[in-house]
């Protein structure tokens, strides 16, 4: 069972890719996270690559927590909503200031300041382009879908989900229901519909990520399946379907789709189409649906990120401040947190030369991994690293070097970035 609350670190990404049926990423994007497999798995990624290729408009969503500081860990995803967003997504950023509240004790006004002054002033400097970030102790829509998505699981599926038991807290209970509607909300009429939604998470998130797309298949009224090496429609519910699957139907044979139609059954048996025209006719359905269904959301796809290593071996951590390098670090920390990181180096010098060092366990090679997007140089630090060429203490300075650029940029961008922070958020700031 994946825990999202726990302090975990999860090492055997093969292992949960194939207990979780998670699905292998296939080169999907020319992004150098997914091409160094830091992004290792994927569910339904094929509506996002279908919406990019057919140029459909798509949408990306995450959250952040407004409690201490935005580091590095953290910028992977960041990092991908702004390559989506370049791909053409409408970006979705909700911040989680009902949690931070609940948890952490962090009043509104708090959570506020920290969310602009400790990441969001971050994203813009990193590249991010206006989008809708929005407060969820503001945002209606997202509480009445709370409201509605409860109705649509229940103890049991939530206890075989996330292992709850009586002396859970309602809280826990609570979120992964708010996470769904974080999610889904993007895909009201009021933001333009049901469309290809893409959530970029570590893989501790799983769960919320199943429970969120099976809320939005519950909610459909028509169910695309391949079967057969064919595509069937099946509409849901107790109503008469005759609407359902003969406003379906008008709209495949318009497509040159002919079918067979079941009102016993209550489907339609697509006779002329192939396994890979489900994506297209899911989403041609799901137009038909909106009339009637205000809650008709494609389920939304997720890749999942390994996640950074902290500087001292394990998971980053706020409380360990030396396992991790902050956003809003200095220079002087950054560099003096690497100089102190465990590395995957040999005892001496000598053993390192003889018999190399092992860049794969090593939390230094990750700053270069997963902050620099230069192919061949990080290439070579890795090929240097095995092959007994590089020493650590070297390494950890060049390391330190590129870090503290990147932070200072960072720092020079920030009076800038703050200045554009309300063409980023849907409720304005004073
Ligand atoms: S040389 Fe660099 S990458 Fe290799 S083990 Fe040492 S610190 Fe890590």
């Not at 205000?294 to 030396?322: C, H, N, R, W």
């Not at 870090?403 to 961008?413: A, H, T, V």
Request: glycine residues 6%.
């Amino acid at each position: 069972m994946i825990n999202p609350w726990s302090s975990k670190q999860y090492f055997d990404y093969e292992k949960l890719k194939k207990e979780f049926g998670i699905e292998n990423m296939d080169n999907y994007f020319d992004h150098y996270l997914f091409k160094r497999h830091l992004i290792f798995g994927q569910r339904s990624l094929d509506y996002i690559k279908y919406a990019v290729d057919n140029k459909l408009k798509f949408n990306a969503v995450t959250g952040l927590m407004p409690s201490g500081h935005m580091h590095l860990g953290n910028k992977i995803t960041i990092d991908q909503m702004i390559y989506f967003q370049s791909l053409g997504a409408d970006l979705f950023i909700s911040v989680a200031d009902l949690e931070s509240y609940a948890t952490r004790n962090i009043s509104f006004e708090k959570a506020r300041e920290i969310a602009i002054n400790e990441y969001i002033v971050n994203y813009i400097s990193m590249g991010l382009k206006p989008c809708n970030i929005y407060f969820q102790s503001e945002d209606h829509e997202t509480q009445k879908l709370g409201y509605i998505f409860s109705n649509e699981t229940n103890m049991s599926e939530l206890r075989a989900i996330y292992g709850f038991d009586d002396s859970s807290p309602i809280l826990h209970v609570n979120s992964p229901i708010v996470q769904a509607s974080d999610v889904l909300h993007s895909q009201l009429k009021i933001y333009g519909g049901p469309r290809p939604t893409i959530v970029p998470v570590g893989v501790d998130q799983d769960p919320h990520i199943r429970l969120m797309r099976d809320i939005a298949q519950r909610l459909r009224i028509y169910n695309v399946k391949i079967e057969n090496n064919g595509i069937s429609v099946y509409v849901k519910g107790k109503e008469d379907p005759h609407l359902y699957i003969d406003s379906a139907i008008e709209t495949l044979n318009k497509n040159n789709y002919k079918t067979d139609k079941n009102y016993e059954y209550r489907s339609i048996k697509i006779i002329n189409a192939r396994p890979e025209d489900k994506i297209k006719i899911d989403l041609m359905l799901i137009e038909n649906e909106k009339p009637y269904n205000d809650y008709a959301f494609i389920a939304p796809s997720a890749t999942f990120q390994k996640l950074e290593t902290g500087l001292k071996g394990g998971k980053m951590s706020s409380s360990v401040p030396d396992s991790l390098i902050s956003l809003n670090d200095t220079e002087g920390d950054a560099t003096r947190k690497i100089k102190n990181a465990v590395t995957g180096g040999q005892k001496t010098i000598e053993e390192q030369k003889k018999y190399g060092g092992n860049p794969d366990m090593c939390p230094v090679y990750e700053l270069y991994s997963y902050h620099n997007n230069d192919e061949n140089y990080v290439q070579s630090v890795y090929d240097e690293c095995k092959g007994g060429a590089r020493m650590c203490g070297l390494c950890k300075k060049e390391a330190g070097e590129n870090i503290s650029q990147f932070l200072k940029n960072m720092r020079e961008k920030r009076d800038e970035s703050l200045s554009k922070i309300n063409d980023y958020l849907m409720n304005k700031s004073p």
